[in-house]
């Protein structure tokens, strides 16, 4: 009767008892998706209570996210370790999540980086991403950017959109890394096509510029678009210049002002201001200084300089808005303050002739002297006159103020 050989019982032995492992770790997860979490968790407590590594995760999974009983991030973390010391990734991963939401619950200070670099060693792609951000932030021990384009490609490659996003942008600005348009933009592009809205928006500015690829406006306009209809306020941005202009779609102002609407609604300055522009001289939209205010308002309140001025021309001329001086010298004063010439030059005169501001001439002096040195013919002229009108004391104590002057921040 032929005998097995100890070296092919012990190769037996290994296969059932990965079999079995497997089996296993393939009902924990059977358990987990079962839909019944109260259920779940009477069958996975005895599991992980016997060292099951994958029951162990899925008990943390029930426990993080409160399915059943009630959520408790330190037992989840007490699970996770438990699972994590038996190397699984996943397992690892959610418990660097945790620790990095709640450090009271960490072991020690590095406990959560260290659990993360674990798991990124054992391939888990979310913890890759989450190394490469803690490089990439300086918030890893010891940690570089060189560190951080690692770790990102390593996600990167298991088809990580955000990694792919993010190592696209570092080749494209040199951040850690050579300058690399064509890789660039094949990682962004990879990004792009999985249908993340940054990603989508970079690489129409590279088919914008020509940068790493040929350039290509219909293609610019085409990623802007799909951008823009996910809400990337950029995109939206880009999108209407690219209407507005007929560059690379057919030139369309009302589409234009649309999507700059879009824009401006969530809040970016540059498509307030713009839309101001256009409100103000009919163009895309219906002509309404009473909409150029509002949309002027909102950027002005953001800092734009160039928002404040033209506020205060609707106010001076009582343009959508009540006629009110003294608001005209308040917003061309914010204007000047962050060294816009013409608020500067305005706001000059207005001190001279006591506009909506006391009377003040060394101030005034000072305005267009600044106004004058930023190259304004208009300032330059005021300026001349303005020395006529003042003493030679005056004019000293405002060309002191004036070189020790300095913008606004």
Known sequence: MPRFRPALWLLLLCCLLARSGQAFAQSAEAIYNQGDHAASFKQLKPLAEAGDASAQYYLGLLYEFGLHPAKSLSEAARWYRLSGKQDNP??????????????????????????????????????????????????????????????????????????????????????????????????????????????????GVLNDRGQGLHPNPQEAARWYQKAAEQGDVDAQFNLAVKYDKGDGVPSDPTQAASWLEKAATQGDQAAQLALGVWCEKGHGVAQSNVQAAHWFELAAGKGSPEAQYMLAMLYAKGQGVKLNQADAAKWLTRAAELNDADAQDDLGVRYFEGNGVRKNPVTGYMWLTLAAGQGSDEAKQNLEFAATKITDKQKAQAEKLAKNWQVKR
């Open 90 to 203: 996943k397992a690892l991963y959610h418990l660097g999540v945790i620790l990095t939401q709640s450090p009271k619950l960490a072991q020690s200070p590095d406990e959560a980086e260290k659990a993360f670099k674990r798991s990124a060693e054992l391939g888990e792609m979310s913890s890759q991403f989450a190394m490469a951000e803690l490089n990439a932030k300086g918030k890893a021990a010891g940690g570089t950017m060189a560190q951080a384009e690692e770790w990102y490609r390593k996600a990167a490659e298991q088809g990580d959109f955000k990694s792919q996003y993010q190592l696209g942008m570092m080749l494209v600005t040199g951040r850690g890394v050579p300058v690399d348009l064509q890789e660039a933009a094949k990682w962004l592009r990879l990004a792009a096509d999985a249908g993340f809205a940054p990603a989508q928006y970079q690489f």
